[in-house]
């Protein structure tokens, strides 16, 4: 089954404006991680936040995650088309499960130049 | 990311044959994972290794086994694949001890179709 939950399925944005993604998730975690994948291609990683953190900052990106809501967000300001494509969380939980990584459905982002 | 690369990248095959999808890496990795992504869908993991001794299943390992020939060689193969097995591929590494050493690096993918 899958850990992570995003919302929303699709985003379309124009360039410019800011994008924003959401993640859910249902077991206690070690770290949540982002990813990117343009179409059809590889996942490429993005961002890694602990579980003792609330806060990350990474160039046009911020992610944010609340443990008591099991729940993590990414904005990414100021879009570009070159944006567009496929954004995953993934959850790590720590301890036997180390290592491992569980994904969301992922959110696919169209920015309109 | 080119440090880990997989082969065939495209692959069309009939009901019940045997095949095996092949996975490299150059960057020095202990571990290594196998996923499958359906339209619509996450990844999913298939297989996974922390070294060359360890292989454990992951949450969709039936019909599918793996092999870990060496650190740097980890192999996925369909005993006899069935249509519902097309999708696309992905071979993982991720390094245990690097500082951020959860964060994973993708091949290209395989994609997979079974007639």
């Known amino acids: 089954s899958q850990q992570g939950e995003e919302d929303p399925q699709a985003l379309s944005i124009q360039e410019g404006e800011n994008a924003t993604m959401n993640c859910s998730y249902k077991?206690?975690?070690?770290?949540l991680q982002w990813y990117r994948q343009n179409s059809g291609r590889g996942l490429v990683h993005l961002i890694l936040?602990?579980?003792?953190?609330r806060e990350k900052h990474s160039g046009r990106l911020r992610v944010t995650l609340d443990t008591s809501k099991k729940s993590s967000s990414l904005l990414i300001t100021a879009s570009r088309a070159a944006d567009t494509a496929s954004y995953f969380c993934a959850t790590n939980a720590g301890g036997t499960s180390y290592g491992k990584l569980t994904f969301g459905q992922g959110t696919i982002l169209t920015v309109h130049p | 990311d080119a440090d880990v690369t997989q082969t065939p990248r495209n692959r069309i095959t009939k009901t019940g044959k045997r095949i095996m999808l092949e996975c490299s890496q150059t960057?020095?990795?202990?571990?290594m994972y196998w996923y499958r992504q359906d339209p619509g869908l996450g990844l999913r993991l298939i297989y996974y290794s922390f070294d060359v001794k360890d292989i454990n299943k992951g949450e969709i390992s039936d019909g599918y086994s793996v092999s870990r020939q060496a650190q740097a060689k980890f192999s996925l193969s369909l005993e006899s694949a069935i249509p519902n097995q097309t999708a696309l591929y992905f071979c993982a590494t991720s390094d245990r001890l690097a500082r951020s050493y959860n964060e994973q690096f993708f091949g290209p993918g395989t994609r997979l179709t079974v007639l």
């Open positions: 936040i602990r579980s003792n953190e």
């Open positions: 077991t206690s975690i070690n770290n």
């Open positions: 960057k020095g990795h202990d571990r």
